[in-house]
């Protein structure tokens, strides 16, 4: 069986978290650390456009500013307030029935007024920056709107990637599910932020969780405990980096500030990761 050496799993977080993951991936490729190297990248929701975009070879720093397609106006989401105050509201009481709750969700998802898929479709081409699958491992949770369970969108799966990416960011009220291979979809992140339990097997874990300060820190740990890697390293974001976020992981005026945020913290981080990562690469 092959060894995965070293794998990433990279989290949800909004337009925010993923101009901050963007920062911090960008920050550390200038440590001597590139994390598009990883032999598996799991890409969870805004997670899977930086995903997307290390596993395709780009450089995170295209992300330093917002990037809007380019075959359009570049037309901001339709947010549905009241569906998306609605999904909150089921998923903040979701503890007894994580499931069903899923479901009920689904259910909102379909009846918001998001737009059109494709429009979503060609936001999500734009900022990942690549229309197909890499041939390095990349997977991609997304959550199936009429069952709300987890499924996993990779190279074989028969759907192209910028709509894979597309669904796996699909938060209901926000953007409109998506349809791939005759099923809707919608955010990946529903039933867990990171997926990093997708990542099982792999010598090095690097977990970079956007919005682990708004969660108990139980639900990664059993995450971790799912994958159970040799070396675990997770990054979250500093106090200066939350300054930077604001209230709203959805606010899009601060992406520039959350990228330089997310710069300016891999400093602190990469000497600690280049160790985990350099040993990650020697291993047998």
């Known amino acids: 069986m092959h060894t995965l050496n070293r794998a990433l799993a990279l989290g949800a977080g909004g337009p925010v ?22 032999d598996l990248i799991v890409g969870t929701s805004t997670g899977a456009i930086i995903g997307s975009l290390l596993a395709t070879g780009q450089d995170p720093g295209r992300l330093a500013t917002p990037v809007r397609p380019a075959d359009s106006s570049g037309t901001p989401p339709r947010v549905d307030g ?8 089921v998923l903040g009481n979701a503890a007894s029935d994580p499931a069903g709750a899923r479901r009920r969700v689904g259910r909102i998802a379909l009846a918001a007024e998001t737009g059109p898929e494709e429009a979503h479709v ?15 491992p990349l997977l991609i949770p997304v959550t199936n709107v009429e069952t709300g369970e987890r499924e996993v969108f ?9 709509s894979a990416v597309a669904a796996s960011t699909a938060f209901p009220g926000v953007y409109p599910p998506i349809t791939l291979n005759g099923r809707r979809y919608m955010d990946g992140s529903l039933r867990s932020a990171t997926n990093a339990g997708l990542a099982a097997g792999a010598r090095t874990l690097v977990v970079i969780d956007p919005q682990a300060h708004l969660f108990p820190p139980q639900l990664l740990q059993q995450e971790l405990e799912v994958a159970a890697a040799h070396t675990v390293v997770t990054i979250e974001p500093d106090p200066a980096a939350l300054r930077a976020f604001g209230p709203d992981l959805g606010d899009r005026t601060a992406w520039e500030p ?12 990469a000497e600690q990761l280049h160790r985990a990562w350099r040993s990650g690469s020697d291993a047998d």
């Open 82 to 89: 009241r569906r998306l105050g609605e999904a909150f509201a």
């Open 154 to 162: 990779h190279r074989a799966s028969g759907a192209p990637l910028p």
């Open 17 to 38: 978290g993923a101009a901050w993951t963007a920062g911090l991936a960008c920050g550390l490729r200038r440590g001597g650390v590139d994390l598009g190297e990883a």
């Open 258 to 269: 959350a990228y330089q945020a997310g710069l300016r913290q891999a400093a602190d981080t």
């Open 122 to 136: 060609a936001r999500m081409r734009a900022l990942a920056g690549a229309d197909r699958w890499p041939d390095r």
